[in-house]
């Protein structure tokens, strides 16, 4: 137990430090080589005091690392600064919204990894049968659609054309269907196939042959023998997914009007509101960093070789 | 490609004895590769009798595992059994349904698999793993009382500790124990028949020792009838009543194992006896079988040895006809069309006087000189890398070598001969000692002065298989030292003709790509390369133990040439004491990264005075049935670890003649006022039991 | 120690039992075609769409970008109104030829993927070389920016340097290719270690080879099939990305025609004018699924060891 925790640790400290240095690399490459005064003062641009002006009031007239110092100070008291488009606090702004956001990308995960696993699994139990057949002609389908695109063409058959959903909004369930499916549509393929993959590469294996040499039916070879050591490599790689998970719901959210974080990120990026992106995408990052501990840790306690070294 | 069946009809009258508890008739296994369709076992036909050991032999590709698997309905999803008959006392397995017919298994028929790391679960308690077995075939046998009988199992193959070691799982324990524990789990319902497959193969040869030692107890315990299949001769002399040799998926001599060893009626088992090193004796020269196995897509007429034959000639019944398998005596069959006639001799026993001198005479100038060579390797943990501890590899040794001679290294593994070896190339840098090479100090050279002396200091790596870059062609990669040492261009050609042509292998060769070749002739492609620059030192890192016995055999002879022909000195590092007995005219034994006894060749073999050495040398199997029964020294306990050595002499816990002095002095190694050779033991001498 | 053949297989892809065909041949054979089809088909598709994106315009001689306001949302296979021109994939809000402008889309697209994957590629090999070769502390180092890049998702980085350096073709290009480096630099840095830990590295160290011949005579070329199967695995990914980000309006700007401009466009007419969504979505989903079929097959064929890696 004691060891347990020692690996969880040090992967925590590893976690921080990487997100920390993640911090520093962004603000400087935004804050930097960004130059948002002339986006933000519009078209018909502004005298040069107006811009100086506005350089003071965003402490952006200072030396950059006078800014980061201020910037991590505040940031080590909960403040992520305030957005420069709507003079809000970023962190208000986030946590309004991130609810609705965590809804959709936790509906998609669960019901991309409900078809995903008994699919791949049943898959590599019979490969070349028609089920294996159909779900990889199936997977290589769903991974070659752009989601955006099968958002909208959903919205064409579902919303406008059958008129069985909401098209866009939040609010009920029913606003959720379509964005769920397309997230998922995300997931699936990638995790189907890594199944299958993990679950035919263990079942080679000598030890599932000392499992049937023991005289042990076939669903215990596989239940017992087979599918731990399959879902080891299938817990990174559902970890690796979040970060797609989390890049799809900009997406999902901007076709379906859906007011979550990847909106607020996607219209920071347009209105280069450094503050906000900075605070975002750190978010993004942190999420994957997140999962990928949270994995860590199950793959520890799945895998004694890790435990026990 | 259909397979002649094979008649041993008969033999059950011959016998008169009991029924057979395991028999198979005619059985065929194909592959579906994506090389077309490969039939590895072509017909075999045998039975098993109660309470003996049958021992298999053949080498890769002969079919030998891949008959076991089929008779126990464990092939790999390409493979398929197409024709023939397992029979289980009354019940013909074939035709059983999958979960019916396993159902037999690890109950009637248990199995013992080569990598006792691979073939046990990973995330699955040792004990898990036993208890799961038992209780599965013993139904209302209760979670203790499995438990319990786990921990018995456990005791009775030797695992220390056994109700703590049961919650350990495989990665803690080491080779030996881990096969070990497979027995346990084999022995777990008092089979009828235990099929062991390679089942020492991947261990050393002290542990191979035991767990030989370990199956014949568990024979005896249980009753069970065993057949253990092995590429290695010695241990189905030492441990088989009746013997089955296979080749290119056919059972090409079975019989008493005292007949087949003594006068084999098969012209393969004959050359494969000859073409065998001895640990006990020495041979001027080993016997070759030319060429290779047939390939097992292709299935020409007549008998598959024919073209390696050495009886064959040019007798035209070979090429056409496929000799079945016929008795020859009582107890013995052949499958050759001329098993009755006497087979010349191939093995070539040195004179005498060349025997008395130890070997072969050598110039006494020397090339090589290691002195005080240690090297240690850090373990690190965690990201900072910070080290925790030392891994001390090779710890003190000295070693000379003279021009034209073959030093041999020999220890099991992790005894530091390997490191060694790539020391002495500076493949890895000494952490202390020094590497003088033509009286020149080169330990301190940094890359660009060690280049020049790497033109005289090659290395030839054990896998063959990765030892070339697999997208240079041949020509190139011979030549490439050529390139590096800025030789003259125009001669790159010609110099890789001759040198392909001293390994024997052919100037168009040069042209091909090393995935072309087999395994043997991509060694000679290796040894090539290392010395085109005609190099005075050349390490061989385990040159020849990927190879099989008959390959092994060319591939030997072939270096003992070479060194002839171009006077250079080998460093011959390997685990196998047989093959360094008959390669080198000088010996080193290393244990824990240290030498404990050195000198030379005959003296240290025939004389061994070391414990170590004692031991190593009694736990080797001899393939011959009249070496007599040879006094087993077995080693207890395992190899302490290279991080944490014991102190004063390393051998001291697991010697028979440690007393306390051992372990506060370490031994030095020096002449004794009797040896001719040098020795590192407080107690040196002859075992009290005479070794031969 | 030596390992003998065993009937068990532990490779995930060579179901031939290894020990027992290699020794005695020696050689391989040529495969046949069979499970080969969709690599081809895959093959095909990109290959025709490069074609159709390179000489498409030419043939058909249509600008895209000549509006005929007169003509406006027709749909597929009709006439312009003064009957001199076959819109075959109808016109858009502005009565361009919808065809003209998923070509000369494809154009853009295909392109400015391209240079991305030149450039991320180059990055990446550099990145997971120099790791994997030197190791140490630059590894570690290394290693954990390739860490931190890829915590974020290829298209919030794709986003990110695009909203620093603005919109427009190098700048879109740039912008995949820094998304993209770090997937290189892993998968390069891991063959590079398996590369060195092979004999054959060793061997050629001994025989005194200067680094330099090491990584351009025995790394690299060994790395190359590896660098392909990844490229090619890649695009696809690359293509969404990019069609991604002008969707979103951070990627090449209209009235140059993008397919993720395009379809940016179309949106608010989903409901009057389908196609105008519908085409240039297809476009994107043959030329991913071709990306992805070919770069399936490559690995099968140059490198079947990975097939369990991702």
């Known amino acids: 137990m004691g060891e347990i925790l020692g690996i969880v640790g040090r992967r925590v400290v590893a976690t921080v430090a990487t997100l920390f240095g993640l911090i520093i690399v962004l603000f400087h490459l935004l804050f930097l080589l960004g130059s948002p005064i002339n986006l933000m003062m519009g078209e018909d641009g502004g005298t040069q005091e107006q811009a100086d002006a506005i350089r003071e009031r965003l402490g952006l007239d200072q030396p950059i690392w006078q800014q980061f110092l201020t910037y991590m100070g505040n940031l080590l008291t909960g403040d992520l600064g305030e957005s420069w488009r709507y003079e809000r606090p970023v962190l208000d702004m986030i946590t309004e919204r991130l609810p609705a956001t965590l809804t959709l990308g936790l509906l998609a995960l669960l019901l991309g990894v409900l078809i995903a696993l008994p699919l791949g699994l049943l898959a590599a139990v019979k490969p070349g049968s028609w089920l294996d057949n159909l779900s990889r002609v199936g997977a290589v389908t769903a991974n070659s659609l752009p989601n955006f695109w099968l958002a909208i063409m959903l919205i064409i058959v579902f919303a406008v054309q059958l008129g069985w959903v909401p098209a866009t909004g939040r609010g009920t369930w029913q606003h959720l269907v379509l964005p769920v499916i397309v997230l998922a549509t995300g997931v699936v393929p990638m995790l189907m196939r890594i199944t299958r993959a993990a679950m035919l590469e263990v079942l080679n294996k000598d030890y599932v042959r000392t499992a049937r040499s023991k005289g042990l039916p076939e669903r215990t070879v596989l239940r017992r023998h087979a599918l731990r050591n399959a879902m080891i490599p299938v817990t990174t790689v559902i970890a690796l997914r979040v970060g797609d998970l989390v890049a799809g719901t900009v997406i999902v959210e901007a076709v379906f009007a859906y007011p979550g974080v990847g909106r607020v990120l996607a219209e920071a990026m347009a209105f280069r509101d450094y503050p906000v992106v900075l605070a975002t995408v750190t978010l993004t990052a942190a999420s994957v960093l997140l999962v990928t501990l949270i994995t860590d840790i199950i793959y520890t306690v799945l895998d004694p070789r890790v435990r026990i070294s | 490609m259909v397979a002649e069946p094979v008649s041993i009809t008969g033999r059950e009258k011959n016998r008169g004895g009991p029924e057979p508890v395991l028999s198979v008739r005619d059985l065929v296994t194909r592959f579906d590769t994506r090389y077309g369709r490969l039939t590895a076992v072509r017909g075999v036909s045998f039975d098993l009798y109660p309470g003996e050991t049958l021992g298999v032999v053949g080498e890769s590709g002969s079919g030998k595992s891949v008959t076991m698997m089929s008779v126990l309905g464990l092939l790999p999803p390409n493979g398929r059994v197409v024709g023939g008959q397992v029979r289980l006392g009354d019940r013909d397995l074939l035709s059983m349904r999958t979960n019916a017919r396993r159902s037999l298994q690890g109950k009637e028929i248990a199995t013992i698999f080569q990598d006792p790391m691979s073939s046990l679960n990973p995330v699955l308690s040792i004990g898990a793993q036993i208890v799961e077995s038992l209780r599965f075939h013993q139904q209302g046998l209760g979670r203790k009382a499995a438990r319990q009988r786990a921990a018995e199992l456990l005791r009775i193959v030797g695992v220390p500790n056994p109700e703590q070691r049961l919650d350990e799982y495989p990665h803690q324990y080491s080779g030996g124990m881990r ?71 056919r059972v090409v001599e079975v019989g008493d194992v005292e007949q087949v060893f003594r006068h084999p009626r098969h012209p393969y088992t004959h050359a494969l006896l000859a073409s065998s090193p001895r640990v006990d004796e020495r041979m001027d020269k080993l016997a070759q079988i030319q060429g290779r196995p047939p390939d097992p897509l292709e299935t020409p007429p007549g008998c598959p040895f024919q073209p390696r034959c050495h009886q064959a000639g040019s007798r035209e019944i070979c090429r056409t006809e496929l000799p079945p398998l016929q008795q020859i005596e009582p107890a013995h069959w052949s499958a050759c069309h001329f098993a009755a006639e006497r087979f010349a001799d191939l093995a070539t026993r040195p004179a005498a006087e060349v025997q008395a001198a130890g070997g072969r005479a050598v110039a006494q100038d020397e090339v090589l000189r290691i002195e005080g060579l240690k090297v240690h390797f850090p373990i690190v943990r965690g990201v900072l890398r910070r080290p925790v501890g030392t891994i001390r590899a090779v710890d003190g040794i000295d070693l000379v070598l003279h021009r034209a001679e073959t030093l041999g290294i020999v220890g099991e593994s992790g005894c530091g001969k390997t490191t060694t070896g790539r020391a002495i190339v500076r493949l890895v840098d000494p952490t202390e000692g020094r590497v003088v090479f033509k009286g020149e100090d080169v330990t301190g050279y940094d890359r660009d002065r060690l280049r020049s002396v790497r033109r005289s200091l090659q290395i030839v790596f054990q896998d063959p298989y990765s030892s070339l870059d697999p997208r240079m062609k041949v020509g190139a990669l011979v030549g ?78 072939l270096l003992m040439d070479l060194q002839r022909e171009l006077n250079m000195a080998f460093v011959f ?120 | 120690m030596r390992r003998q053949e065993s009937a068990g297989v532990a490779d995930l892809e060579p179901v031939v039992p290894i020990g027992e065909l290699e020794p005695a041949t020696g050689r391989r054979r040529r495969r046949s075609l069979r499970g080969h089809t969709t690599g081809i088909i895959g093959t095909v598709i990109v290959v025709g769409m490069a074609l159709a994106a390179i000489v498409g315009p030419w043939l058909l001689g249509i600008d895209p970008n000549a509006q005929e306001l007169s003509d406006r949302l027709l749909p597929p296979w009709s006439q312009s109104g003064d009957g001199s021109t076959l819109h075959i994939l109808g016109t858009d809000d502005l009565g361009r030829d919808v065809l003209a402008r998923v070509l000369e889309g494809g154009r853009a697209s295909l392109s400015v993927v391209a240079l991305g994957v030149v450039v991320g ?14 190791g140490g502390r630059l590894d570690i180092v290394l290693m954990r920016v390739v860490d931190a890049q890829l915590a974020i998702p290829l298209l919030i980085s794709a986003l990110l340097v695009a909203t620093i350096l603005g919109t427009g073709f190098m700048n879109t290009a740039v912008a995949l290719g820094i998304a993209s480096w770090a997937v290189y630099a892993r998968l390069i840095r891991a063959e590079t ?57 951070l990627g090449m700007q209209p009235p140059d025609a993008s397919w993720g401009s395009m379809i940016r466009s179309a949106q608010p007419l989903i409901t009057t004018a389908w196609w105008l969504a519908a085409i240039p979505g297809t476009a994107v989903m043959l030329v991913v699924l071709g990306f992805n079929l070919m770069g399936d097959w490559l690995r099968d064929v140059l490198d079947p060891q990975s097939k369990q890696r991702v």
């Open chain 2, 179 to 249: 096969q070990r524990a497979m027995i346990a789990m084999a022995l777990a319902n008092d089979p009828r028949i235990l099929i062991a497959d390679e089942p020492t193969t991947a261990l050393d040869v002290t542990t191979q020792a035991q767990i030989l030692g370990l199956l014949k107890d568990a024979k005896a315990r249980t009753g069970a009838a065993a057949i253990i299949v092995t590429h290695d001769l010695g241990v189905v002399a030492e441990t088989a009543d009746r013997v089955m040799v296979m080749y290119a998926g």
């Open chain 2, 480 to 557: 490439e030292a050529l390139r590096i040492h800025g030789a003259p261009r125009p001669s790159h050609r010609d110099r890789v003709r001759r040198v392909l042509d001293l390994v024997g292998l052919r100037a168009e060769d040069a042209d091909r790509y090393p995935h072309e070749f087999s395994g043997g002739q991509r060694q000679r492609i290796a040894v090539a390369r290392s010395i085109i620059l005609d190099p005075d030192v050349l390490v061989l890192d385990e040159p020849v133990s990927a190879l099989d016995v008959s390959v092994q055999a060319q591939t030997i002879n």
């Open chain 2, 573 to 692: 590092v390997a685990h196998d004491l047989a093959v360094v007995r008959h390669i080198s005219h000088r010996v080193a034994v290393m244990y824990l990264g240290k030498v404990v006894e050195a000198g030379d060749n005959n003296a240290v073999y025939e004389n061994p005075l070391h414990p170590y050495t004692q031991a190593l040398l009694s736990a080797v199997p001899v393939a011959d049935v009249d070496a007599g029964e040879r006094p087993r020294i077995v080693l207890s306990g395992e190899v302490p670890s290279a991080a944490n050595p014991p102190s004063g002499c390393r051998f001291r816990t697991r010697c028979f003649k440690a007393q306390s002095i051992c372990a506060e002095q370490e031994p030095p190694l020096v002449y004794t006022p009797t040896s001719e050779h040098t020795v590192a033991c407080h107690f040196p001498g002859p075992h009290p039991i005479p070794m031969r």
């Open chain 3, 121 to 134: 590629c180059s990055l990446g090999m550099t990145v997971g070389i120099t790791s994997g070769f030197r």
């Open chain 3, 193 to 249: 270690l398996k590369l060195r830990g092979l004999d054959f590295f060793e061997a050629t160290v001994a025989l005194g080879s200067s680094d330099r011949r090491l990584v351009f005579r025995h790394l690299i070329p060994n790395l190359i099939s590896t660098v392909f199967v990844v490229a090619s695995l890649e695009m696809g990914g690359l293509v969404v990305t990019e069609s991604s980000l002008s969707y979103l309006g």
